[in-house]
């Protein structure tokens, strides 16, 4: 038998995969499961676990359950209810969230949890679908110290970064600043990099030579010479940005921040979606200051 606490992993996507690999390649019993249960049973083989049919079954008997899925609705569907992850859940076991939502629904499982005897934290990760692989996410947690500090040796797992930001919802509202500062990042460096071309630059020559001094970012050390060679297909969709920045744009108009360039970026997200670029990664805004 294993000396690791027993771990549990519902949602194996492009991030989740790794994910859950990590765990299991850290010794840790794991039990998986996913929407499409082919995937679940290509983890399994893959990778020492089992797949399970159900999340509450998945859930059965694991000290910590993470989720990785789509949305607010998809959380609840694989938390709530008969089959979901709380009804498979033993008393003092921990679900760690790592989708990206809103702190609306971060508060609602928390508070639910409490009622149950269980644990939670809501843990969205940065790092893209390469940080998920090469286990260097970085993980912003809410939730309750004590339970974080439990926790947090299994986070380490597949974060390089793991930093408790505050009580429920936290970890959710740091994922939305991250987002909000990715949008802007993005469009200036698509400027950038067009007004490069547009004046006869070797661009992506322009973007080593900048990335030594105070316009570096990881979007310019990773994304400079794809979006000039005009690839697009890097992780990260737009169709999961603008999610985002929908979360981000409702909670400002709850706490009153302004956001002008985030709600400007999130409208030429959607100029991109009308373009049949809706699965294109982020960097694709450069496509719209191309002349057609």
């Not at 609306?104 to 269980?118: D, F, P, T, Y």
Request: proline content about 2%; glycine content about 12%.
């Amino acid at each position: 038998m294993s000396d690791k606490a027993a771990a549990a992993f519902v949602g194996l996507g492009v991030m989740g995969y790794p994910m859950a690999g990590h765990l299991a390649a850290k010794g840790h019993p794991m039990r998986v499961y996913n929407r499409t249960a082919t995937k679940s049973a290509q983890w399994a083989q893959e990778y020492a676990g089992t797949a399970h049919p159900t999340p509450a079954e998945a859930a059965h008997g694991a000290d910590y359950v993470m989720t990785c899925v789509g949305n607010d609705d998809d959380l609840r569907s694989v938390v709530l209810g008969e089959t979901g992850v709380f009804a498979g859940m033993k008393e003092g076991a921990v679900l760690i969230d790592h989708t990206t939502t809103s702190a609306v629904v971060a508060c609602e499982l928390a508070e639910e949890a409490a009622k149950r005897g269980l644990g939670f934290l809501d843990a969205p990760v940065s790092g893209g679908q390469a940080g998920a692989e090469n286990g260097a996410l970085t993980v912003m947690v809410g939730g309750d110290e004590a339970t974080f500090d439990a926790a947090e040796p299994v986070m380490q797992c597949y974060g390089k970064t793991v930093m408790r930001m505050g009580e429920a919802g936290a970890g959710q509202l740091t994922k939305m600043v991250n987002q909000i500062c990715i949008s802007g990042l993005v469009q200036a460096l698509s400027e950038g990099m067009n007004f490069a071309m547009a004046a006869g630059l070797d661009a992506k020559r322009a973007a080593e030579v900048m990335s030594g001094g105070a316009a570096q970012s990881w979007q310019m050390d990773n994304r400079a010479g794809t979006m000039v060679d005009g690839q697009f297909e890097f992780g990260f969709a737009v169709d999961w940005m603008r999610k985002d920045l929908g979360i981000c744009i409702d909670e400002s108009k709850r706490n009153g921040a302004k956001l002008p360039v985030a709600e400007m970026v999130d409208k030429f997200y959607a100029e991109i979606q009308a373009k049949g670029g809706s699965r294109y990664d982020t960097s694709s805004l450069i496509l719209n200051l191309k002349n057609d």
